[in-house]
Structure formats: C-alpha cells, structure tokens
Nanobody, 127 residues
Framework: EVQLQASGGGSVQVGGSLTLSCVGS????????IGWFRQAPGKEREGIAC????????YLAQSVKGRFSISSDNAKNTVYLQMNSLKAVDTAIYYC????????????????????WGQGTQVTVSS
C-alpha cells in the first residue's frame, strides 16, 4: 500500500523560507504524480504544486508561482516543496498526495484525482 509522509513544516516570519518533504513508499510503478495541497482554516483545500514521477513535469499554482518550487529525488522517493518569500496567507496545513493514474497531460492540482494522502504538516507564517 502506498504511504506518504510529509514533514518540514514550522513557524517562520514573513519573508522566510521552508522546505517541505514528502517521502513515499509502496509504489509499484513509476507512473504516478505527487501533488502538494494546502488548507487554511475556514478555506477550501487548494492544489498548489505537483510533479510527475516519470516525466518530471511540474505545475505551480499562480498563488505560489515565483515563490515556491517543486522538485524530486527519485532515488529517495522524495518530493520537495521549496517555499520562499513566505506570506501570512501561506499559513495552512500542507499535504502531499499521490495520483497513481498516468495522466496524458501531466500532473493536475485537482484533489479528487489523488488516491493517497499524507498526514499533513503545519506551516505558520507570522509578521
């Protein structure tokens, strides 16, 4: 069974940086995508980034483009979310998730496509 472990959250000041990690296990092929999602209190879940395991294609939401980046170390089955220039609005619980269906057009930020979810890691940005 696929399992995901997200880590790296914490409390930082506005303008600071954090790197989140998502370690996956239990995959039986390389045809999957890893997505990062976040949910702030009282708000809907937002898909902010994703990456394809086999093709390396990436997606970044407009809300984080230019500040966040997503990368992977396939040898370690780990996907990273580098978050720079953090803002108070980035405060949320961050989740990583796996979509095990090969997507013709690359990874998607649409949450219902993702089958397995990690436990979430809290990111708090304060001024």
């Amino acid at each position: 069974e696929v399992q995901l472990q997200a880590s790296g959250g914490g409390s930082v000041q506005v303008g600071g940086s954090l790197t989140l990690s998502c370690v996956g296990s239990g995959f039986t092929s390389d045809d999957y995508q890893i997505g990062w999602f976040r949910q702030a209190p009282g708000k809907e879940r937002e898909g902010i980034a994703c990456i394809g395991r086999s093709d390396g294609n990436t997606y970044l939401a407009q809300s984080v483009k230019g500040r966040f980046s997503i990368s992977s170390d396939n040898a370690k089955n780990t996907v990273y979310l580098q978050m720079n220039s953090l803002k108070a609005v980035d405060t949320a619980i961050y989740y990583c998730a796996a979509d095990l269906v090969r997507r013709q057009y690359g990874c998607s930020p649409y949450g219902p496509l993702y089958d397995y979810w990690g436990q979430g890691t809290q990111v708090t940005v304060s001024s």
